[in-house]
């Protein structure tokens, strides 16, 4: 098998795990899931995501961030019922 159809196939494969890469940090990772929430996210923040992304971090951060607007929304509604 040549090289190029070497790469082909693992790029066919899915995204390569590389040790050298750093995890994503929390800011890196809350602005993915926002970008997520509402429905954007460019290509390339996209692709680090999945290169250096746990999605486990990532379910956990989406748990938490639906927590929080619901909570947020929850806390918004009581506000406006409570002054009229």
């Given amino acids: 098998m040549s090289q190029s159809q070497s790469t082909a196939r693992q790029e066919s494969l899915g ?3 590389d040790e050298t890469l750093p995890p994503l940090s929390f800011r890196e990772m809350l602005q993915s899931t926002f970008a997520a929430a509402i429905g954007v996210q460019n290509s390339a923040n996209r692709k680090r995501d999945f290169t250096r992304g746990n999605w486990v971090h990532f379910v956990y951060m989406g748990i938490g961030f639906t927590t929080f607007f619901v909570l947020l929304m929850l806390s ?3 506000l406006v019922l409570s002054t009229s």
Wanted: proline share 17%; no cysteine.
């Fill in 76 to 78: 918004i509604v009581h």
């Fill in 15 to 17: 995204p390569v795990e």
